[in-house]
């Protein structure tokens, strides 16, 4: 299938001008470059490459109606937008010219691309889906978090930020390796230092090394002036930690 064409054309119903729109739009387009080269890199079979190809398609495709409905990207201000993007996926037919068995698999990679922890039980090349549209929409994400309009990705501005604190338990989430769950971010700067978390839920070595290479995520710290002095020295702390712990995993090439 010409999954691209498919999606083009479906993002034509949405308003380009709409600075949210036009945003994923170039998420998605990027996330699909990332899932390429990742699976190149895995050198997986032709038929993983190319559902692969499909899920990064199609992860975000329940953004735009998201957006129409709610002019947000916070899904627990509106509508968890994987379960929503499965919604449109069906009632569209997008995926009808594939088997019901390729057509299972896509949608629970995309219903799990966002979601804290793959469900489990999942069948393994089901799994491997799941596991490789994760690493690529994270890959990205930083890309979008350090280049795009902070307000409309994340809620609030660069100077917002700068004068805010990182949060206890967010602190101790990053320093203990572990993801920050969404419902404990307080502020603004605890949902910037939760993207690091994105790091220590990686599945891949070779997805590091694609961050390595890129650095995106550190562009939005190093620009700021945070205001308070704890903060900054929070903030060099966790990136210290963070990169320690990423030099380590490619360095032991796991998996």
Not at 109 to 118: L, S, W
Not at 133 to 155: L, S
Not at 193 to 219: H, K, P, T
Request: proline share 2%; hydrophobic share 35%; glycine share 4%.
């Amino acid at each position: 299938m010409d999954a691209e064409k498919i999606f083009l054309e479906y993002a034509e119903r949405y308003d380009r001008r709409n600075g949210k729109i036009n945003l994923k739009i170039i998420h998605t387009l990027a996330v699909v470059q990332v899932m390429d080269q990742l699976t190149e890199k895995l050198h997986l079979d032709e038929e993983t490459c190319e559902l692969a190809h499909i899920c990064a398609m199609f992860h975000d495709i329940g953004r735009f109606e998201q957006v129409r409905r709610y002019d947000t990207f916070l899904d627990h201000l509106s509508v968890d937008h994987a379960e929503l993007g499965c919604e449109v996926l069906k009632q569209e037919r997008i995926l009808a010219e594939l088997s019901s068995e390729k057509q299972q698999r896509i949608l629970t990679a995309v219903r799990n691309h966002n979601r804290y922890q793959i469900e489990p039980g999942l069948e393994g090349h089901t799994e491997l889906l799941c596991r490789l549209i994760r690493d690529a929409d994270k890959c990205d994400i930083f890309r979008v978090f350090a280049c795009e309009d902070m307000v409309d990705t994340m809620g609030e501005t660069e100077e917002q930020v700068a004068e805010e604190t990182v949060t206890d338990v967010v602190y101790d989430s990053i320093m203990r390796h572990q993801c920050v769950k969404k419902e404990e971010r307080k502020t603004g700067l605890d949902k910037w230092v939760s993207f690091l978390g994105f790091f220590f839920d990686m599945n891949f070595s070779q997805s590091l090394e694609i961050l390595m290479e890129e650095r995106y995520y550190r562009a939005p710290f190093d620009r700021t002036r945070f205001t308070v002095p704890e903060t900054r020295e929070r903030v060099e702390k966790i990136l210290k930690e963070t990169e320690k712990y990423i030099r380590e995993r490619i360095d032991l090439q796991l998996p």
